[in-house]
T-cell receptor
Framework: GDSVTQMEGPVTLSEEAFLTINCTYTATGYPSLFWYVQYPGEGLQLLLKATKADDKGSNKGFEATYRKETTSFHLEKGSVQVSDSAVYFC???????????FGSGTKLNVKP | DAGITQSPRHKVTETGTPVTLRCHQTENHRYMYWYRQDPGHGLRLIHYSYGVKDTDKGEVSDGYSVSRSKTEDFLLTLESATSSQTSVYFCAIKGTGPEQYFGPGTRLTVT
């Protein structure tokens, strides 16, 4: 069945460091891929998405490229801020867009 | 903001009691979902609905039932709560695109 695997955390970085959070997926057909962010005590917010191979999703300085050949959708940011501290979830939707599958989440701590 | 509210936001209940959580949306979306979030597991789908009175099971549906009698409301019921159902529950809707939008969550503690 469809599934998502993302790197375990926590990830601790200093402010202005480069961020990579790895995400790989298993899916039949052509899923859409997403990154969500969750701040403490809140629900999940859509950060970015990509709906087909080689698409790059971007938002608020974060980027991720849909790589079908490596079944990956790694999240990157060139210079993290303390305010980026949160839990990040990689997810895919099945080809019918009716069901989502989430990774287990990666907690990011950014220190000043 | 996709106009999703959940109630209650926090609840403490005893083992064996019934519990109903409510999800309300204001934008007439067809698809609604219930997830639970537990450490190390991400979000796992409990049930979802694809229209009024149309529902289907997710991967962790045992011990849960749902109902959708109106487009705007999707109810999740724990018929007899157990400690293993202590979790944070999120409702979500699917918009016009492939993405889902989430409510603020309900923290449920079963003692």
């Amino acid at each position: 069945g469809d599934s998502v695997t993302q790197m375990e955390g926590p990830v601790t970085l200093s402010e202005e460091a480069f961020l990579t959070i790895n995400c790989t997926y298993t899916a039949t057909g052509y899923p859409s891929l997403f990154w969500y962010v969750q701040y403490p005590g809140e629900g999940l917010q859509l950060l970015l998405k990509a709906t087909k191979a080689d698409d790059k999703g971007s938002n608020k300085g974060f980027e991720a490229t849909y790589r079908k050949e490596t079944t990956s959708f790694h999240l990157e940011k060139g210079s993290v801020q303390v305010s980026d501290s949160a839990v990040y979830f990689c997810a895919l939707s099945d080809q019918g867009f009716n069901k989502f599958y989430f990774g287990s989440g990666t907690k990011l701590n950014v220190k000043p | 903001d996709a106009g999703i509210t959940q109630s209650p936001r926090h609840k403490v209940t005893e083992t064996g009691t019934p519990v109903t959580l409510r999800c309300h949306q204001t934008e007439n979306h067809r698809y609604m979902y219930w997830y639970r979030q537990d450490p190390g597991h991400g979000l796992r789908l409990i049930h979802y609905s694809y229209g009024v009175k149309d529902t289907d099971k997710g991967e962790v549906s045992d011990g849960y039932s749902v109902s959708r009698s109106k487009t705007e409301d999707f109810l999740l019921t724990l018929e007899s709560a157990t400690s293993s159902q202590t979790s944070v529950y999120f409702c979500a809707i699917k918009g016009t695109g492939p993405e889902q939008y989430f409510g603020p969550g309900t923290r449920l503690t079963v003692t």
